[in-house]
């Protein structure tokens, strides 16, 4: 299947069968209010200098722009910088809100327990892979998820993404490097969504990742939250009233497996927080 590897002034690249060729999109797409993005599925003109179709999307994520995303790879380290539970939290919650698979990566496992960190999604059912390069411990997991889909990483400087991305495929942060040196800029400052070919999938160059920041990715609705928390699942439908919010009413099974310890701590207060931050929202920034 053709798909948009980036898209810049204008021109798209898109691979096909016989490598990638650059084309422009059909002016329809504007009259739609519809922009072609890294990731996006599509059919070309017979000559292939046109985008004439973007087939449909599983998903889109508007900054950073790419479309038809499988996996979240959230990058934290279990020593300095010390990650928050709250941020990937937030992270996940998008992800999973956007049908995407949240993939929980702790780096420098070696330098600091990650005990915490895997003890606080023990019952997510959200995977947590402790990564250890001396060993190599992790790393062939990590492949497992990229084999066959579309994939990005995100986390904050500092957490080891670059030495996580040359250890999983060296030529692939070469490849970056050079493409980023074509556009003129360094590989940190770039700003269009480039995919490439690797471990059997896709890896996205998603600059907009760089930091840790769910709400580029989506604003969810509060009544939208509970779904975003996969623990919550097996306890809906069973709480005492229709619609609970699973906060502060009375015969909550969502607050009650939490009593019982199925449910994490750091987990429940998180969504907690984000519930009133959503709450708060003003209409027109939803």
């Known amino acids: 299947m053709d798909y948009i590897t980036k898209g810049i002034g204008g021109f798209y690249y898109v691979r096909t069968g016989n490598g990638i060729v650059e084309c422009r999109a059909r002016g329809i797409f504007r009259k739609r209010g519809v922009t072609p993005v890294a990731g996006d599925n599509v059919t070309l003109s017979a000559d292939q200098t046109t985008i ?24 934290a380290s279990t020593t300095q910088p010390v990650p928050s539970t709250r941020i990937l939290d937030e992270l996940t919650a998008a992800a999973v809100y956007q049908d995407v698979q949240p993939v929980l990566v702790f780096t420098k ?3 600091a327990a990650a005990d915490r960190l895997v003890a606080a999604y023990a019952k997510s059912t959200i995977p947590v892979i402790c990564l250890r390069y001396e060993t190599g411990e ?32 060296p030529g692939l942060q ?8 074509k556009l003129g800029r360094g590989r940190h400052t770039t700003r269009e969504v480039e995919i490439f070919e690797s471990c059997g999938g896709r890896i996205a160059d998603t600059p907009g990742f760089a930091s840790l920041e769910a709400q580029k990715l989506c604003r969810i609705p509060k009544d939208d939250l509970q779904h ?15 619609g609970c919010s699973h906060r502060t ?22 969504y907690l927080a984000m519930y009133e931050e959503a709450s708060q929202r003003k209409e027109w920034e939803r």
């Open 52 to 75: 004439d179709e973007i087939l449909p999307r599983k998903n889109v994520f508007i900054r950073p722009p790419v479309a038809n995303m499988d996996v979240l790879f959230i990058v």
């Open 109 to 111: 496992a070696d330098l």
């Open 138 to 169: 992790g790393l062939d997991e990590l492949r497992g998820y990229i084999k066959g889909h579309l994939c990005a990483f995100c986390g904050n400087s500092g957490v080891g993404k670059s030495t996580l991305l040359n250890a999983l495929d």
């Open 174 to 181: 070469r490849a970056t490097g050079d493409i980023s040196q």
């Open 228 to 242: 975003a928390f996969p623990e919550f699942a097996p306890y809906f439908g069973q709480c005492r009233f229709t």
């Open 249 to 270: 009413e009375t015969g909550c099974a969502v607050r009650e497996a939490l009593q019982r310890g199925e449910i994490s701590q750091s987990r429940y207060d998180s």
